[in-house]
């Protein structure tokens, strides 16, 4: 067996170059924090990655070669993660990898650049991640930040002009990421930015703030940087002292936690997501993942949106591969990137509307309202567009 390997081998030499790409297994490496203050999204993100690829080689995989999938807990600690990325490219040599954070993928940045070369996207929606001229392999899946905060604004431009605006946001570099857009974007509309509030991530003490609020007789507060506290504090606080703005949320912290600590206030949140929510199942990818879901995970009663980012990212990864492995030089990063950034108008079911890259990120974004009955989200806009 030996011989024949090393022969097999020496005839692809001779092929050359073309030949050994055309027969590298399609490899996807991640790492997730699943320990640490986001191993929610760890848990729900990997099972979507899983679920997607199983899903790929059940239907035959990339022109009949199964996609491999591996991973690694970075513990949301950026150091524990870099290490994890280099163990894993290591081991694998992928051609696409996932990371666990904003400071990982900044770190990693010019490294993947320069020598990795891999199509990359993580749990982030960080401009850094959607600029293809200085970061040219990594995407995301969604809008930026920046765009979030965009959506949310022409949100409220159509429905109050003029409106007084709070930027609340986490003393983070998460929360203050797309806070120098939010503030062009608001001079651009009309919109007045009277306050901004900032507070570490779980902090209780908020009372200054939303007096502060008060005092500036703000309509909307936006939210940065938390997936729960202190928001629902501070929207029942601001109750108490009788500031009656409107509430709002970029994507990790739209989500049914946040709900469930308002609870019968859950219907005084608006938040901005990327994707449907797992009960909108007039989309068929919805129902296609829910009836994954009661087949392979007969307990998992429901999906959230951290599943729904990766799921998403994963399809593209997908997409991707089977794009690039129709390409002069197969499965390289460089042939990734052209696959991705040549995908246009595709449809993926009513998760997303139809998917077009634009400047390595999908600048769309719809506006949902939380449900105290059914504590769950509700749209109330169409998808709102910002290219």
Known sequence: MKKTGFLILGFMLCLGPLSLAMAQQPSICAIHPFTGRFAFAGVEGSAAMQ?????????GGINGKKVQ?????????DDVGIAAFKRLYAQYTPQIMFGQSTGMTKALGPEIKARYKVLYSAYTMTSEAANPKENP????????????????????????PGANIAFFYSDTEFGREPIPAGREMCKKMGLNLVAEEVSQVGGVDISTQVLDMKSKKVDYCIFQGYVSNPIAAVIKQSKDYGLNAKFMGTFWSTEKQLLNELG?????YIGVSAYSFYTQVENPMIKKIQAWTKAKYPKVEYRSQSYMQNFMTTLLFIESFKRADKMPGGLTGDNLVKALQSIKNFDVGGLMPPVTIKDNSIPVGRVYRGNSTTMGFDPISDWIRMD
């Open 51 to 59: 679920d997607v690829v199983d899903m790929t080689n059940e239907a």
């Open 69 to 77: 999938y591996s991973w690694a807990d970075g513990e949301y600690k």
């Open 137 to 160: 392999y990594l995407f995301i899946a969604a809008p930026t930040y920046a765009e979030m905060f965009g959506v949310l604004l022409k949100y409220i431009a159509k429905e109050k």
């Open 264 to 268: 019968p206030m859950a219907n005084e």
